[in-house]
């Protein structure tokens, strides 16, 4: 752009909005120890490989995600998990079936929170997610599941031990 050159505030506006529905693509790893036959994902490639704290070299399967579309899900997720904890709140202390569940979507929300960290650590910032209802993205998101609680699993999270046939 010339210095002559006026900036428009539409076109900085549409470039704005465009961007905000533009996917964020990113790569994370799903990380599988055969010794321990523990599967954990990680948001650094490691093209030399490596290994896990038992010393045993990891299997490693890269999956290429939308980060924005990941954000989306997970910000929705911490959404429903701050409902319901709301709801068993009151009756954690007198009910111990309530109880077990609190502590559940309590562990549920903690790692929303993490998976929510390590996109936000890729992206180097707050990921500001698709604008809309949940129910009108939901076509374009990559949903695999909903879970009885109404959760998303998304493609990237959905049974990674799937991608250690081996
Ligand atoms: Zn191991």
């Known amino acids: 752009m010339s210095a002559s050159e006026p900036i428009s505030f539409q076109k900085y506006q549409d470039k704005k909005k465009k961007q905000e529905e533009e996917p964020?693509?990113?790569?994370?790893v799903w990380?599988?120890?055969p010794s321990c036959k523990t599967i954990e994902y990680s948001e650094f490639t490691s093209p030399?490989?490596?290994a896990h704290k038992c010393g045993t070299q990891v299997e490693e399967a890269e999956v290429g995600i939308d980060l924005r579309?990941?954000?989306t899900l997970t910000l929705h997720n911490l959404e429903v998990i701050e409902k319901l904890i709301k709801k068993n709140k009151k009756n954690r202390l007198f009910k111990l079936s309530i109880k077990h569940l609190?502590?559940?979507l309590v562990m549920l929300k903690h790692s929303?929170?993490?998976?929510l960290n390590r996109l936000e650590s890729l992206y180097n910032g707050q990921?500001?997610?698709?604008k809309g209802e949940i129910e009108d993205l939901k076509d374009k998101l990559p949903i695999k599941e909903e879970n009885k609680?109404?959760?998303f699993i998304s493609e990237f999270r959905f049974e990674p031990h799937l991608r250690f046939k081996s």
């Open 24 to 28: 964020i693509n990113a790569v994370m």
């Open 31 to 33: 990380l599988f120890c």
């Open 48 to 50: 030399a490989g490596r």
């Open 69 to 71: 579309a990941e954000a």
């Open 102 to 104: 609190y502590d559940a």
């Open 112 to 115: 929303e929170e993490v998976y």
């Open 127 to 130: 990921i500001p997610p698709y």
């Open 149 to 151: 609680l109404g959760l």
